[in-house]
T-cell receptor, first 115, second 113 residues
Framework: KAGVTQTPRYLIKTRGQQVTLSCSPISGHRSVSWYQQTPGQGLQFLFEYFSETQRNKGNFPGRFSGRQFSNSRSEMNVSTLELGDSALYLC??????????????FGPGTRLTVL | AQSVTQLDSQVPVFEEAPVELRCNYSSSVSVYLFWYVQYPNQGLQLLLKYLSGSTLVESINGFEAEFNKSQTSFHLRKPSVHISDTAEYFCAVGTDSWGKLQFGAGTQVVVTP
């Protein structure tokens, strides 16, 4: 099975612009979670989507949004970019069902640099 | 709310020496516990996990971790490290089956010959 893929791997934007990052989960996985990784704040949970619905959300401003498509692929969008949005954005996929724990598999990340 | 504390930000260790990475957590509910490893310019790889059952869990590459409920700890150990173990290690806590994880700040392990 192919792993979690994220595109693009690297991205450079300027302040005020918006950006869209894409995540394709492992085949059969219905849940996609997004995390932001920065040297100062570490790894922080952004949100999780399951069957096209946001099921869980972290403490990020409304500039950060996401969506999930019927094929489980997910995108996250950041509008009005700030310098502090520079980070590695990781997505993780899992089967997503309730009950027993669903192991998450992480993609390689998208490195966003805001100038 | 839960929190995860990794007590060491960096651990230098010589090749073939043992290493222990410390992780403590706080939570008002039952938790799932994980150790992830991150190599430079890569995503996170699951090293091992505690979901329930035996409190000692092992990975295929020689790492082990022990869940201690009374001390709310999940320390990671390896009896003999290799150069290839140089990486950043993250302890994480989950409280539901849906996958939201709370991560520690990470411990950078640097293995030297």
């Amino acid at each position: 099975k192919a792993g979690v893929t994220q595109t693009p791997r690297y991205l450079i934007k300027t302040r005020g612009q918006q950006v869209t990052l894409s995540c394709s989960p492992i085949s059969g996985h219905r849940s996609v979670s997004w995390y932001q990784q920065t040297p100062g704040q570490g790894l922080q949970f952004l949100f999780e989507y399951f069957s096209e619905t946001q099921r869980n959300k972290g403490n990020f401003p409304g500039r950060f949004s996401g969506r999930q498509f019927s094929n489980s692929r997910s995108e996250m969008n950041v509008s009005t970019l700030e310098l502090g949005d520079s980070a590695l954005y990781l997505c993780a996929s899992s089967l997503g069902g309730s009950g027993s724990y669903n192991e998450q598999f992480f993609g390689p990340g998208t490195r966003l640099t805001v100038l | 709310a839960q929190s995860v504390t990794q007590l060491d930000s960096q651990v230098p260790v010589f090749e073939e020496a043992p290493v222990e990475l410390r992780c403590n957590y706080s939570s008002s509910v039952s938790v799932y516990l994980f150790w992830y490893v991150q190599y430079p310019n890569q995503g996170l790889q699951l090293l091992l996990k505690y979901l329930s059952g035996s409190t000692l869990v092992e990975s295929i590459n020689g790492f082990e971790a022990e869940f201690n409920k009374s001390q709310t700890s999940f320390h990671l150990r390896k009896p003999s490290v290799h150069i290839s173990d140089t990486a950043e290690y993250f302890c994480a806590v989950g409280t539901d089956s849906w996958g939201k994880l709370q991560f520690g700040a990470g411990t950078q392990v640097v293995v030297t010959p």
